[in-house]
């Protein structure tokens, strides 16, 4: 339930701009979870690195439950995106920080995937309360 939890927070601020200007009393919500996005979107990055890898290893299910699969598949690429995009700054200080060449590549994938970021967004905030409401099914 976290795991959905985290990624409707982090479908939120990947689609901030968006909700901000079809609502504008819901900036004074996002504000207060704009401080943690960074540290969301590590999580979120993480979280979709393992899923992406299970789905890859579990493909098996993609001949028994095809639907079950590709929800899995869905959620970690949403996870892994935007994870990507929000968590960027902290990721690279950890992981390319001594790198030039992977960070400026770093970089060149985060500003193509800053274009997509709203629809990403709402992917994950879909696939976060799809996999909310599937723990109680």
């Known amino acids: 339930m976290l ?3 985290i990624t409707i927070l982090g479908g939120i601020l990947a689609a ?3 909700i901000i200007a079809r609502k504008p009393n819901a900036k004074e919500l996002i504000d207060k979870i704009v401080p943690y996005q960074g540290w ?3 999580c979120m990055f993480f ?3 393992w899923e992406v890898i299970s789905s890859v290893m579990g493909m098996g299910l993609l001949a028994i439950a095809p639907l079950t699969w590709i929800f899995w598949v869905l959620c ?3 996870d892994l995106l935007v994870g990507f995009i929000l968590g960027f700054a902290l990721i690279s200080k950890w992981t390319m920080s001594g790198n030039e060449t992977a960070l400026k590549k770093g970089q060149e994938l985060r500003e ?3 274009k997509v970021q709203v629809p ?3 992917l994950a905030i ?12």
């Open 3 to 5: 795991g959905g939890i």
């Open 16 to 18: 901030s701009g968006f």
């Open 40 to 42: 969301i979107g590590v």
């Open 47 to 49: 979280w979709g690195v």
């Open 76 to 78: 970690g690429v949403a």
């Open 112 to 114: 193509k995937l800053v």
């Open 120 to 122: 990403l967004g709402f």
């Open 126 to 137: 879909a696939m976060g309360a799809l996999y909310t409401v599937w723990l109680f099914i």
